[in-house]
């Protein structure tokens, strides 16, 4: 399954048709997926728009609703799992939008974030419209390997992740927010970075690890994630 060449053609899908949808290719796609780590639990539930609280200004006929143990960083675990589903959705003729705006209307503690997701016709792009920031600045120097990284999507854009080069990768970063964007960001900047993370995973699917170092330089305005080879 190519999900990789999903990653140019992508955008955050706004613009949903009520097509029915075989909900089983979503379960057993997450059957045999790579987590970031193995040691979080999570799950999914589906919900219709009538079972969330929509603040976004827009819509979609599903809603994923996702939930995860609260372990150290299950919001990148989450991020990197559930973005591996959207580049697979986006290959079926699905689209999707995390959703930080929108919440299921039913409480529950382990909830993280939702996705959007339905049929569409208007899900992709050229790769010259994304908008997003040169390799020099997500990067102590450019390099072309971070390019699906780039391409991720993020919280309002804002684009959260810094590689800095190692010996055999990267050790990777993400930028400290000012205290007024923090408020809303720190609930989604680590997703972000799962996100990102799980774009340089499908790119390089055999290659990619992750681990968490103890001994990461410490980088002014960032906070270390973790490390990877890819
Ligand atoms: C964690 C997260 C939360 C998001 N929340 C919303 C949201 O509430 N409403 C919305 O319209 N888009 C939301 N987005 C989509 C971003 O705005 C979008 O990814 C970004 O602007 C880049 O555009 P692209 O995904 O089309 O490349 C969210 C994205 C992420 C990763």
Known sequence: MDLASQIYVRKSCRNYLDDEIDMGIIKEFLSDINPLNEEI????EILTKEEVNVRTGWSAPYYL????EK???????????????????QSQGIGSCWAGMASPKKKNPDSVIVIAFGRSDKMTRDVSDFKRKGLSQ???FEDERLIPAQLAP???NTQPWFFKHTDDGFDVYQVKQNIL?????K????IDMGIALAHLYVENEDSFEFEIKND???LKGYTYTGSIKI
Do not use: H
């Open 216 to 218: 990461a330089d410490e």
């Open 41 to 44: 639990n999570y799950y999914y």
């Open 138 to 140: 997500i990067s102590d």
């Open 181 to 185: 964007k923090r408020q809303v960001l």
């Open 71 to 89: 372990k150290d960083n299950y919001m990148e675990n989450i991020g990197f799992v559930f973005q591996q589903l959207s580049l697979f959705l």
């Open 154 to 156: 993020s919280a309002m």
């Open 65 to 68: 609703a996702l939930y995860s």
């Open 187 to 190: 609930r989604w900047n680590p």
